[in-house]
């Protein structure tokens, strides 16, 4: 009989200074635990944070109690969830899409809007701006994945992005997620 996982997320936001992540992931391994997934990434003078935490229900206890005086330390503001294993419905196919375009208010409410329409969940996503070579036009790229329910028609799905992205003058592709 397998042990059914415990889990508790973990969102951390604060002024970005060195030694955050050290902090928290030592946190986490003093109430032995593991980091089992995790998104971090600086915005603009903001760090944020977000774990995945693994852990017996009474260390994650612990953890959970430990909190206050690691915001208190950090500076910081932590918020945290139990959750259990994530349950999938149905067969999903894992695709990757990548866009870019010269950058503009609404991109990602429309890629989010086009996929939420045909009920595909995106799973994972990262955004950001940059300044385009030899010229500086402000550009905008996104990065997410998503998952196809296996009764979706791919090709059909594909040209209907495609299409729908020339209309919004985003470059676009859409492939299997490589491993």
């Known amino acids: 009989m397998t042990r059914q996982k415990t889990y508790l997320v973990i969102s951390a936001l604060g002024e970005d200074h060195p030694g955050i992540v050290n902090q928290l ?15 971090m990434a600086v915005l603009g003078g903001e760090f944020a944070a977000m774990l995945l935490v693994e852990g017996k229900w009474n260390t994650l206890a612990k953890i959970e109690n430990a909190l206050p005086e690691l915001e208190r330390q950090l500076g910081m503001i932590i918020v945290s ?18 866009v870019v375009s010269m950058d503009h208010p609404g991109i990602v409410n429309n890629l989010a809007g086009f996929f939420a329409e045909r009920n595909i969940n995106i799973e994972d996503m990262a955004t950001s701006t940059y300044a385009a070579a030899h010229t500086g036009t402000p550009m905008f790229s996104v990065h997410m994945t998503i998952g ?11 040209e209907e992005f495609m299409d729908y992205c020339d209309g919004l003058n985003l470059d ?8």
């Open 81 to 98: 969830k139990r959750t259990g294993q994530r349950t999938t419905e149905g067969n999903l196919l894992p695709y990757a899409i990548d």
């Open 25 to 39: 992931s030592k946190a986490v391994l003093e109430h032995d635990c593991n980091i089992e997934d995790s998104r």
């Open 172 to 179: 676009a592709v859409l492939e299997p997620l490589k491993s």
């Open 148 to 158: 196809i329910p296996a009764d979706v028609h791919i090709a059909a799905l594909r």
